[in-house]
């Protein structure tokens, strides 16, 4: 399990933005409450994924990436305001945030890598679990296409970094 003090070690030298791999284990939350028999026992399983952390410190990686994209596909940059953060509170000039007496890690997500759900810690088909919620969509960003995406881990839900070509196993 990752904590804060070894989140902050593994991305010390993280200077505006860099890229980094992850590897995550995180519950789902199911419909149908206490009712639903596999509430709690649901988690995913995510290997590979390929994410860019960035610090904040002179500008917002997600604004500045969201620009760029608008700008490349011919639309108009200002026609994207960046929204206040809905839950929790960034730790200034780091990829970190704070919620409840949790940290978390905010990122970019650039590669999906490779998923699946578990049930009890036993793979399971997708399809046999009850009360999967449907993916949402990802918002506007100012009719951009190429979607800019950020998620959001909570850091005991990370297994493996993988950053300056080594990797760390939490």
């Not at 990686?61 to 760029?68: H, K, Q």
């Not at 949790?102 to 399971?124: C, N």
Request: zero cysteines.
């Amino acid at each position: 399990m990752l904590n804060y003090e070894t989140a902050q070690k593994l991305l010390s030298n993280v200077s505006g933005s860099s890229f980094v791999g992850i590897d995550t284990e995180t519950e789902v939350k199911l419909k149908g409450g206490k009712g639903n028999p596999q509430q709690g026992r649901v988690t995913k399983l995510h290997t590979g994924a390929s994410v860019m952390v960035f610090q904040n410190k002179n500008i917002n990686g997600y604004d500045a990436m969201v620009r760029r994209r608008l700008e490349k596909e011919g639309k108009d940059p200002a026609s994207f305001e960046l929204g206040p953060r809905v839950w929790g509170e960034r730790i200034p000039d780091s990829p970190f945030i704070t919620h409840k007496g949790e940290y978390y890690l905010e990122v970019i997500f650039l590669k999906a890598g490779d998923s699946q759900y578990l049930l009890d810690g036993k793979p399971i088909n997708k399809d046999d679990i009850e009360g999967l919620p449907e993916e949402r969509d990802s918002g506007g960003q100012g009719g951009l296409e190429n979607k800019v995406i950020i998620r959001t881990f909570k850091l005991s839900s990370i297994r493996k970094v993988r950053i300056d070509g080594a990797e760390h196993t939490v």
